[in-house]
Protein backbone atom coordinates (compact mmCIF):
# COMPACT_ATOMS: atom_id res chain seq x y z
CA UNK A 1 0.00 0.00 0.00
CA UNK A 2 2.27 2.82 -1.15
CA UNK A 3 1.52 6.47 0.41
CA UNK A 4 -0.93 4.86 3.10
CA UNK A 5 0.94 3.90 6.64
CA UNK A 6 0.54 0.88 8.29
CA UNK A 7 -0.20 0.66 11.94
CA UNK A 8 1.22 -1.98 13.40
CA UNK A 9 0.83 -3.51 17.06
CA UNK A 10 3.94 -4.77 18.60
CA UNK A 11 4.71 -6.40 22.07
CA UNK A 12 8.28 -5.75 23.70
CA UNK A 13 10.28 -7.25 26.09
CA UNK A 14 11.07 -4.18 29.12
CA UNK A 15 14.54 -4.05 27.62
CA UNK A 16 13.92 -4.19 24.43
CA UNK A 17 11.38 -1.26 25.35
CA UNK A 18 14.09 0.55 27.14
CA UNK A 19 16.46 -0.28 24.12
CA UNK A 20 14.38 1.94 21.83
CA UNK A 21 12.99 4.54 24.52
CA UNK A 22 17.18 5.30 24.97
CA UNK A 23 17.81 4.83 21.01
CA UNK A 24 19.47 7.99 19.66
CA UNK A 25 18.89 8.71 15.61
CA UNK A 26 18.55 12.27 14.25
CA UNK A 27 14.81 13.61 13.93
CA UNK A 28 13.32 10.34 15.69
CA UNK A 29 11.90 11.28 19.01
CA UNK A 30 8.89 9.29 19.59
CA UNK A 31 9.10 5.20 19.87
CA UNK A 32 7.41 5.41 16.38
CA UNK A 33 10.19 7.48 14.41
CA UNK A 34 12.87 4.89 16.67
CA UNK A 35 11.43 1.86 15.10
CA UNK A 36 11.06 3.68 11.89
CA UNK A 37 14.78 4.31 12.28
CA UNK A 38 15.94 1.06 13.06
CA UNK A 39 13.99 -0.51 9.90
CA UNK A 40 15.81 1.93 8.02
CA UNK A 41 18.95 1.12 9.31
CA UNK A 42 18.59 -2.46 8.84
CA UNK A 43 17.66 -1.89 5.03
CA UNK A 44 20.47 0.09 4.69
CA UNK A 45 22.74 -2.28 6.09
CA UNK A 46 20.61 -5.21 3.69
CA UNK A 47 21.11 -2.74 0.51
CA UNK A 48 24.31 -1.73 1.35
CA UNK A 49 26.15 -5.42 0.85
CA UNK A 50 25.34 -5.12 -2.78
CA UNK A 51 26.63 -1.08 -3.35
CA UNK A 52 30.14 0.16 -1.96
CA UNK A 53 28.98 3.61 -1.59
CA UNK A 54 25.83 2.82 0.36
CA UNK A 55 27.79 0.38 2.36
CA UNK A 56 30.79 2.72 2.65
CA UNK A 57 27.98 5.64 3.84
CA UNK A 58 26.74 2.67 6.55
CA UNK A 59 30.29 1.21 8.25
CA UNK A 60 31.22 5.04 8.67
CA UNK A 61 27.99 5.86 10.42
CA UNK A 62 28.03 2.83 12.84
CA UNK A 63 31.68 3.75 13.83
CA UNK A 64 30.65 7.55 14.03
CA UNK A 65 29.85 7.73 17.39
CA UNK A 66 32.84 5.64 18.63
CA UNK A 67 35.12 7.95 16.42
CA UNK A 68 33.64 11.30 17.62
CA UNK A 69 33.89 10.46 21.29
CA UNK A 70 37.30 9.09 20.73
CA UNK A 71 38.02 12.74 19.04
CA UNK A 72 36.06 14.59 22.13
CA UNK A 73 38.60 12.31 24.64
CA UNK A 74 41.49 13.19 22.36
CA UNK A 75 40.81 17.20 22.60
CA UNK A 76 39.67 17.11 26.09
CA UNK A 77 42.94 15.17 27.34
CA UNK A 78 45.19 17.40 24.68
CA UNK A 79 46.42 14.01 22.84
CA UNK A 80 46.32 12.68 19.53
CA UNK A 81 47.07 9.37 17.90
CA UNK A 82 47.65 9.25 13.98
CA UNK A 83 48.13 5.39 14.33
CA UNK A 84 44.45 5.45 15.66
CA UNK A 85 43.54 8.30 12.90
CA UNK A 86 45.00 5.97 10.19
CA UNK A 87 43.17 3.32 11.33
CA UNK A 88 39.87 4.68 11.81
CA UNK A 89 40.36 5.96 8.35
CA UNK A 90 41.28 2.57 6.97
CA UNK A 91 38.54 0.53 8.91
CA UNK A 92 35.30 1.51 6.95
CA UNK A 93 36.95 1.26 3.43
CA UNK A 94 38.16 -2.53 4.51
CA UNK A 95 34.68 -3.13 6.02
CA UNK A 96 32.70 -2.20 3.33
CA UNK A 97 34.95 -3.21 0.38
CA UNK A 98 34.72 -6.77 2.29
CA UNK A 99 30.58 -6.85 2.52
CA UNK A 100 30.29 -5.62 -0.95
CA UNK A 101 32.80 -8.12 -2.59
CA UNK A 102 31.83 -11.47 -0.85
CA UNK A 103 30.30 -13.89 -3.31
CA UNK A 104 27.94 -15.82 -2.40
CA UNK A 105 28.65 -19.87 -2.81
CA UNK A 106 26.89 -20.78 -6.17
CA UNK A 107 27.68 -17.61 -7.98
CA UNK A 108 29.79 -19.09 -11.23
CA UNK A 109 32.76 -16.86 -11.19
CA UNK A 110 33.12 -17.54 -7.39
CA UNK A 111 36.70 -18.31 -7.35
CA UNK A 112 37.63 -15.53 -9.18
CA UNK A 113 36.23 -13.10 -7.43
CA UNK A 114 37.52 -14.23 -4.28
CA UNK A 115 40.87 -14.19 -5.68
CA UNK A 116 39.95 -10.40 -6.64
CA UNK A 117 39.16 -9.85 -2.88
CA UNK A 118 41.82 -11.22 -1.85
CA UNK A 119 44.25 -9.19 -3.51
CA UNK A 120 42.29 -5.69 -3.26
CA UNK A 121 42.36 -6.79 0.32
CA UNK A 122 45.87 -6.99 0.54
CA UNK A 123 46.67 -3.91 -1.60
CA UNK A 124 44.52 -2.23 1.55
CA UNK A 125 46.30 -3.71 4.45
CA UNK A 126 49.48 -3.03 3.15
CA UNK A 127 48.81 0.42 2.48
CA UNK A 128 47.74 0.92 6.40
CA UNK A 129 51.14 -1.41 6.87
CA UNK A 130 53.23 1.31 5.19
CA UNK A 131 51.30 4.26 6.58
CA UNK A 132 52.00 2.65 10.69
CA UNK A 133 55.97 2.34 9.09
CA UNK A 134 56.16 5.53 8.20
CA UNK A 135 55.24 6.89 11.68
CA UNK A 136 58.64 5.03 13.08
CA UNK A 137 60.59 6.68 10.96
CA UNK A 138 61.39 9.61 13.24
CA UNK A 139 61.62 7.37 16.25
CA UNK A 140 59.28 9.55 17.86
CA UNK A 141 55.51 9.24 16.44
CA UNK A 142 52.70 11.66 16.77
CA UNK A 143 51.04 9.17 18.98
CA UNK A 144 49.47 8.91 22.56
CA UNK A 145 52.55 7.02 23.25
CA UNK A 146 55.32 8.28 20.96
CA UNK A 147 57.22 5.18 21.25
CA UNK A 148 54.53 2.67 20.39
CA UNK A 149 55.87 2.12 16.91
CA UNK A 150 59.35 2.21 17.27
CA UNK A 151 59.08 -0.21 20.36
CA UNK A 152 57.54 -2.79 17.83
CA UNK A 153 60.28 -1.99 14.80
CA UNK A 154 62.79 -4.62 16.22
CA UNK A 155 60.49 -7.30 15.25
CA UNK A 156 59.67 -5.71 12.03
CA UNK A 157 63.59 -5.53 11.06
CA UNK A 158 64.00 -9.15 11.70
CA UNK A 159 61.17 -9.96 9.64
CA UNK A 160 62.50 -7.81 6.78
CA UNK A 161 65.83 -9.29 7.09
CA UNK A 162 64.60 -12.88 6.94
CA UNK A 163 61.87 -12.12 3.68
CA UNK A 164 64.67 -10.30 2.25
CA UNK A 165 67.21 -13.61 2.45
CA UNK A 166 64.27 -15.53 1.47
CA UNK A 167 63.69 -13.53 -1.50
CA UNK A 168 67.37 -12.60 -2.25
CA UNK A 169 66.65 -9.26 -2.83
CA UNK A 170 68.72 -6.27 -2.70
Given at each position: MPGKSVSLSVRL?????AFLAAYKSPGATTLSEKLRAVISEARKRRAGSEN???????VEELLAPSLHRLRETETAAGL????LLNFAHWLPDVVAYSMVNVPDADEPDAAERLANLE???AD??????????R????????CYDPTIITKRMPAIIKLNDIIKMS???E
Open positions: SPEEAYAECLAFHSELAAIRIFVLIEQVLLGVTGESPYDL
